[in-house]
């Protein structure tokens, strides 16, 4: 079974449901990923329509063009225009025309492909190179973080990133027991220096490789970036939808969404978050941790500056 045949969007019904996909309409995927919510807006929206993607893995985005190109043969004359932009979704604000769009939609899971391929050195449950960039062309590998950085620092990025409590202990085996080349060498010293708690499903180092990986790709600054930009791109009436995997993403959606509606710009359509139902979880069990928020852009709003989002 291929990667792209492996993968499965998230919430992938109550997204579109959410979006309130119109025929014609503009709408951004700002994470693209194997153009699952892509394809399916993509046959909502038809021709005279335009989709916007953002995707900065150069490989995802190579297999989702493949995708899309392969449903404008199945579409014809019913596909939309499909505008790719092979950056970090932090650009929308400066290539996407203010008050031009009518849904945004991101999903903030990192794909399923950074985990499976033992390269990409995301998961400790395969050996492969320290390297977690989403965005392979450039920035700081896991491994320079964990070589250089100090001790401290890295006990703070492990603490605030990963939620880890036992941050420190972490830190000191890590700087001890550099350098590190492989994520196998650095599970075994994290497991090693901090053990499973009784009643702890998920492996020992499971916190940490989160924390680096958000920090090698600055994951939360992206997130602020594209919830600030947001009610400025929107459309009156045009909806934002939103997917968070863990809580340090769900926070920042949450925050961003009701200073949008203190403000008078966004009616918040999920006053509790969305959730995958059983059949979904079954079937995907990562739908398990998700979910999913929505707002629509107030008719009478006037956005005079950016919607600051809370940290």
């Known amino acids: 079974m291929s990667e792209r045949e492996r993968h499965v969007p998230v919430l992938l019904q109550q997204a579109i449901r959410f979006l309130n996909v119109r025929p014609g309409g503009v709408y951004v995927d700002a994470t693209l990923g194997y153009a699952g919510h892509a394809s399916a807006i993509a046959r909502l929206v038809g021709a005279g329509g335009r989709l916007i993607c953002?995707?900065?893995?150069?490989?995802?985005?190579?297999?989702a063009r493949e995708k899309l190109k392969a449903l404008g043969k199945e579409l014809g004359p019913a596909m939309p225009e499909v505008v790719f932009h092979d950056v970090e979704f932090s650009h929308a604000a400066e290539l996407i025309e203010p008050g031009s769009i009518d849904g945004l939609l991101a999903d903030f899971g990192a794909s399923s492909m950074h985990f499976?391929?033992?390269?990409?050195?995301?998961?400790?449950?395969?050996e492969g190179p320290l390297d977690m960039r989403m965005n392979p062309r450039g920035g700081l590998t896991a491994a320079q973080v964990v070589n250089h950085m100090?001790?401290?620092?890295?006990?703070?990025?492990?603490?605030?990133?990963?939620?880890e409590r036992r941050s420190r202990r972490i830190a000191r085996a890590i700087v001890r027991a550099r350098p590190f080349t492989t994520t196998a060498e650095l599970a075994r010293v994290v497991a090693a220096a901090a053990p499973a708690m009784k009643g702890e499903r998920i492996h020992p180092a499971t916190r940490t490789f989160q924390a680096l990986r958000i920090y090698v790709n600055a994951e939360l600054e992206e997130i602020d970036a594209l919830l600030k930009a947001a009610p400025g791109l929107l459309k009156p009436g045009g909806r934002l939808v939103v997917i968070s995997f863990h809580s340090l993403e769900d926070r920042r959606a949450k925050d961003a969404l009701r200073e949008g509606a203190q403000q008078g710009v966004y009616e918040v359509l999920t006053r509790k978050p969305v959730t995958a139902e059983a059949e979904e979880t079954d079937r995907n069990p990562r739908a398990r941790s998700a979910k999913l928020r929505a707002a629509e852009r107030k008719k009478a709003a006037n956005i005079q500056k950016p919607i600051r989002n809370s940290q």
């Open 116 to 126: 499976d391929e033992a390269q990409r050195g995301f998961s400790f449950q395969a």
């Open 150 to 163: 100090g001790e401290k620092e890295l006990a703070d990025v492990i603490y605030e990133f990963g939620e």
């Open 54 to 63: 953002f995707d900065r893995d150069p490989a995802a985005m190579a297999m």
